[in-house]
């Protein structure tokens, strides 16, 4: 057995094929298939079922594959405390950012972490929060920027708050500049993400709190379609300080809210044995201090 072997398993077990298995692992789908073989020979148990359309796992092969996750996670660790060792802001860091921060949070501050630490080579992965969150616990991310809360024990740094907006189409029946009360959400039909974005699920805390309607029929892949959607007069929406800089007053009217807390918290998180603390702590109090310039405390 070797960490190559257990590599394909994890990637098996993650596509359910050995065609994309094989492609992600760049050998040949013969290859992958003799490894997977030889694996479960000397485990001495079988790891997935195996049919004409796909491939699933075993019971013996989801309690192994944990094992095989941590032991992939902890060779990883260890490469990188190596090359901490040598300079901890040089070599590479893998770092996801979920979809409602990435296009909005990224381009302010690429440019300056680049210089700040040139030797550093940095990987960006966009994705939800719960693929974030498992890719961050198997070792194949350094750091995500995600919103609190996160249910799982990561160490993180608060970068910054960020407040909600009302948004809505420009002839909506509100005066520009006047700031909203929660309470005028109630019974307006407010449109938001599908499901697995953690901003839909502020939103609707915030939504159940003074009973607004979320929209049922429609719910968007981004906050660009919520955008364009709310635009053109389907419904209102909340979007956050970062995501309605720029907008012109004839695409939409973005309105402050007058409550306290209307706001989400991003923060950058790491696994608590991570050798790149010091690289992400160094990186976490950029952005942070960048975002003290773009987002003033006590200024929505």
Same mark, same amino acid.
């Given at each position: 057995?070797?960490?190559r072997d ?12 050995f ?7 760049f050998?040949s789908?013969p ?5 997977i073989?030889?694996?479960e020979?000397e ?10 359309k796909r491939?699933?796992?075993t019971?013996?092969?989801?309690l192994?594959?944990e ?7 902890e ?6 405390i190596?090359? +901490? ?10 770092l996801?950012?979920?979809p ?5 949070l ?6 300056g =972490?680049?210089?700040h ?10 994705d939800k929060?719960h693929?974030l969150?498992?890719?961050l616990?198997?070792? +194949? ?8 809360p996160?249910?799982?024990?990561f160490d993180y ?8 907006y009302f948004? %809505?189409?420009p ?9 909203v009360?929660?309470e ?6 407010v449109?938001?993400?599908e499901?697995?974005?953690c901003?839909r699920?502020q939103?609707m805390? =915030?939504?159940k +709190?003074v009973?607004a ?7 968007? +892949? ?9 635009q ?5 929406t909340l979007?956050?300080?970062?995501a309605?800089r720029?907008?012109?007053?004839s695409e ?21 044995s991570?050798?790149?603390?010091? %690289?992400l702590?160094a =990186? ?9 310039t773009i987002?003033?405390p006590g200024n929505?």
């Amino acid at each position: 057995m070797n960490l190559r072997d257990l590599q394909y398993f994890v990637v098996l077990a993650k596509t359910e094929h050995f065609g994309e298995a094989a492609r992600q692992c760049f050998v040949s789908q013969p290859t992958l298939s003799m490894q997977i073989k030889k694996l479960e020979d000397e485990l001495g148990v079988q790891l997935f079922e195996r049919d004409n359309k796909r491939v699933m796992l075993t019971d013996s092969g989801r309690l192994l594959l944990e094992r095989a996750r941590s032991i992939l996670a902890e060779v990883a660790e260890m490469k990188a405390i190596a090359n +901490t060792a040598r300079d901890p802001f040089a070599g590479e860091l893998h770092l996801g950012v979920i979809p409602t921060v990435a296009p909005y949070l990224l381009p302010l501050i690429m440019s300056g =972490i680049q210089s700040h630490f040139p030797q550093l080579k940095i990987w960006l992965i966009e994705d939800k929060t719960h693929r974030l969150v498992q890719s961050l616990q198997e070792g +194949t991310l350094d750091a995500a920027i995600m919103a609190l809360p996160v249910a799982l024990d990561f160490d993180y740094q608060l970068l910054y708050e960020e407040p909600f907006y009302f948004a %809505c189409s420009p002839d909506y029946p509100l005066p520009a500049g006047q700031a909203v009360k929660l309470e005028q959400l109630a019974g307006q039909p407010v449109m938001l993400l599908e499901e697995g974005h953690c901003l839909r699920e502020q939103a609707m805390s =915030i939504c159940k +709190t003074v009973k607004a309607e979320t929209t049922v029929d429609f719910t968007a +892949t981004s906050l660009e379609t919520l955008r364009l959607m709310v635009q053109a007069g389907r419904g209102i929406t909340l979007m956050p300080a970062l995501a309605v800089r720029g907008i012109a007053e004839s695409e939409l009217k973005i309105l402050p809210f007058a409550n306290p807390g209307a706001s989400r918290r991003i923060a950058l998180f790491w696994r608590g044995s991570s050798a790149k603390r010091r %690289c992400l702590e160094a =990186i976490g109090d950029f952005i942070s201090d960048k975002m003290v310039t773009i987002l003033p405390p006590g200024n929505p």
